[in-house]
């Protein structure tokens, strides 16, 4: 049904639209007789000045100004040449509106014509009048609609009243119809409900939830935190883990990253497990390779019960999976007023503490230490510890020939021991100590120890491969130790092959150039690692001349699947032949790698398939296959 009031602004404004063109109508009409008789008389005028008088420009002007005009225009009808002219003439809206606004005499002259136009201010006065006119038909016409609207209201008022004291009966049909459609309406609208609702959650998760493990992501960590620390009605402790998964950088060097992310999978499954054993435990992936677990409400013998699973679930997980080790859980109490640095720092402490105990360990750490950087200062003491006592654990991995006339070499790196007997986390400790600025010195202390093993022991004919960081490329004095060390024993240095990462070794090609060159001088063989990152891995082998090359892992671990991988390495080992450097394919995992190798003519593998790393207490020597 239409609303009276809408059709009452139409009629309203219709009426007024009327008046208006009416009003407009009758003013142009008026104006135009004007105008006309205005221009007759002009013209009279006009023929009479130019009949008796010899005309000149002056005189034209003079005659203009005498009768008001805006410009006359003497010219020749046979040419519709201009003979003269008072002033420019131009033709604009008001011409076209009101022809009468321009007019034309002859002249005595046979064939010439006078054009005169007047002046448009002989139309403000009617075009006032009629702007006049015009805003008070609006405002008479909007007078008019209200008064109409107010006296259509009253009356309405009157209908509705009258229908509210009569009694009616409404048809049953008619109010079964009502209902379905309020009811209809209802639905539609709950519907609608659900649906943004739903849409906003799945927004909320996107923004807060990690992609590869689906857990809740630091965002979310930080916001619960800070909720929990401004809780003035909690009384209560809350209880914080923080869980680092150590292997995550040995797994994506050795196995590549897809088995990372498979790592990383797994352990916050993990996690999530264990966590459930906690009433409203929250788990969160804060990045990289940690976790944290979150309980608003817990005690020490929460913490005791978390860490205690957790250990056990990593503990399987470590055997199922043959690695060093699986994650660290790192717990601390906290209670509303703490600042989040405090408790990050606890946190932080009684990681590196879980770190430095058993294999996938557990610390609960309740109370601050004087240091700010609690974890931190742990690490140095930790480190400096590891360094006085030398407790360093060498590994090999041994690299197996395919070809009876290649020398290969076995792989040496180090673990490190903490006071408990217990193996650290590799990858961990070595970060603390470039942090702390002692990793030159523990890889000093790790060569001269593999030095040593490798003079006293019968390893003569054994060649041994060390691993070189980025730091001990760019530092100078380094350089000139290793030099020095290795000119003390001929012997042992003719059967030492240092490795260094394709990637470190790019990013300064002139350290490791000088790196390269005093190898040579001193005897000892070079290798790149993790070599094969692209065409400019050959820029960089033609600039160094390596002894040996070790692909990267990532380009086996596709091996079997990708065209394109195999005619690379094919490409590499061609190239690689002919300079006489030998290539070995690092990361063989199984058996079906190894025989595509062979038919690709790759010098030596190494990987799982042929050993695992062992502790280095005699020598180790695989024979050559035929």
């Not at 002046?119 to 008019?144: E, F, K, N």
């Amino acid at each position: 049904m239409r609303n009276p009031m809408t059709t009452l602004k139409q009629k309203a404004l219709l009426l007024m639209a009327s008046l208006l063109l009416l009003n407009g109508a009758a003013i142009y009409l008026l104006q135009s007789q004007q105008l006309q008789q205005s221009n007759q008389h002009i013209a009279t005028l006009l023929q009479a000045e130019l009949a008796n008088a010899s005309l000149t420009p002056q005189l034209l002007t003079d005659i203009q100004n005498k009768l008001n005009l805006a410009a006359i225009t003497i010219y020749e009808q046979s040419s519709q040449r201009t003979l003269m002219q008072t002033s420019e003439a131009t033709t604009g809206f008001l011409e076209l509106l009101y022809p009468a606004l321009t007019g034309e005499v002859a002249l005595p002259q046979p064939g010439q014509k006078a054009i005169y136009h007047l002046q448009h201010a002989q139309l403000v006065p009617i075009l006032a009048i009629q702007s006049v006119l015009a805003l008070l038909t609006i405002i008479l016409a909007i007078g008019g609609m209200l008064a109409l609207q107010k006296k259509m209201v009253q009356t309405l008022q009157h209908r509705l009243l009258d229908e509210i004291q009569q009694p009616h009966s409404f048809p049953d049909d008619m109010m079964h119809q009502v209902s379905e459609a309020i009811h209809s309406m209802r639905q539609q609208l709950e519907l609608q409900l659900a649906e943004a609702e739903q849409h906003a959650l799945a927004l909320e998760l996107r923004v807060n939830q990690d992609p590869l493990t689906n857990l809740l992501n630091r965002t979310s960590f930080r916001q619960d935190l800070t909720e929990i620390l401004h809780d003035e009605e909690q009384v209560s402790f809350s209880l914080l883990a923080i869980v680092r998964a150590t292997e995550l950088a040995t797994i994506n060097q050795q196995r590549g990253f897809v088995a990372g992310d498979k790592y990383l999978i797994d352990v916050a499954n993990l996690i999530n497990k264990s966590a459930k054993r906690l009433a409203n435990a929250r788990v969160y992936r804060m990045g990289g390779s940690d976790f944290g677990v979150l309980l608003k409400v817990g005690n020490s013998n929460q913490a005791t019960l978390l860490g205690g699973e957790l250990k056990v679930a990593f503990d399987q997980y470590q055997q199922d999976n043959q690695l060093e080790s699986v994650a660290y859980t790192g717990l601390t109490l906290l209670k509303p007023g703490q600042e989040p640095e405090q408790i990050l720092g606890r946190s932080d402490l009684a990681l590196a503490k879980a770190q430095t105990s058993v294999t996938n360990g557990w610390y609960l750490q309740e109370k601050d230490s004087e240091d700010y950087l609690q974890g931190e200062s742990y690490w140095k003491q930790v480190i400096a510890d590891v360094i006085a006592r030398k407790a360093i654990l060498l590994m090999q991995q041994p690299i197996q020939s395919m070809n009876i006339s290649i020398r290969t070499y076995t792989e040496i790196f180090a673990r490190f021991v903490g006071e408990n007997g217990q193996v650290m986390p590799t990858e961990t400790l070595l970060a603390m100590a470039q942090r702390h600025d002692l990793l030159i010195r523990l890889e000093q202390q790790i060569i001269e120890l593999i030095m040593q093993q490798h003079s006293q022991q019968n390893f003569a004919n054994q060649r041994w491969g060390i691993n070189l960081s980025a730091n001990a490329l760019m530092n100078t004095a380094f350089l000139i130790w290793l030099e020095r060390q290795l000119l003390r024993d001929t012997n042992v240095a003719a059967n030492l092959v240092f490795e260094v990462d394709e990637d470190l070794l790019d990013c300064n090609l002139a350290a490791s150039t000088r790196l390269f060159e005093m190898l040579r001088r001193v005897g000892s063989r070079s290798s790149i690692s993790k070599f094969g990152k692209g065409l400019g891995s050959f820029r960089l082998y033609r600039e160094l001349k390596p002894d040996y090359i070790k692909l990267d892992p990532s380009l086996i671990n596709v091996l079997e699947r990708e065209h394109t991988s195999q005619q690379f390495i094919r490409m590499i080992v061609e190239v690689s032949h002919r300079l006489g450097c030998v290539v070995i394919a690092e990361g063989v995992e199984n058996i079906a790698q190894k025989q595509l190798l062979e038919t690709m003519y790759i010098d030596a593998i190494q990987g799982y398939l042929i050993a695992r790393p062992t502790p280095l207490t005699h020598g180790y020597s695989i024979e050559p296959i035929a």
